[in-house]
């Protein structure tokens, strides 16, 4: 399974096995969060799902 991470200057969301050196969206270099669900509230690690509590602004949605 491959972690779902999210850009912390302009929220872009994808799944990789490490966060990229450089963000593809804005190709700035920022620190990227591990939003992959690993609770029961939005359907633990096997459902490939996001934690909406993690993500930078909800209102973004997936970019991929």
Same mark, same amino acid.
């Given at each position: 399974?491959?972690? /779902?991470?999210? =850009?912390?200057? =302009?929220?872009?969301?994808? #799944?990789?096995?490490? @966060?990229? #050196?450089? %963000?593809p969206? %804005?190709?700035?270099? %920022?620190?990227?969060?591990?939003? /992959? %669900?690993? /609770?029961?509230e =939005? ?6 799902? !996001?934690?909406?509590?993690? !993500?930078? /602004? @909800? ?6």
């Amino acid at each position: 399974m491959k972690t /779902t991470w999210s =850009c912390s200057n =302009c929220g872009y969301v994808l #799944e990789a096995d490490t @966060p990229p #050196e450089k %963000c593809p969206s %804005c190709g700035q270099q %920022c620190a990227f969060t591990d939003v /992959t %669900c690993y /609770t029961p509230e =939005c359907g633990g690690p096997e459902s490939g799902n !996001i934690d909406p509590k993690l !993500i930078n /602004t @909800p209102e973004q949605g997936i970019k991929q």
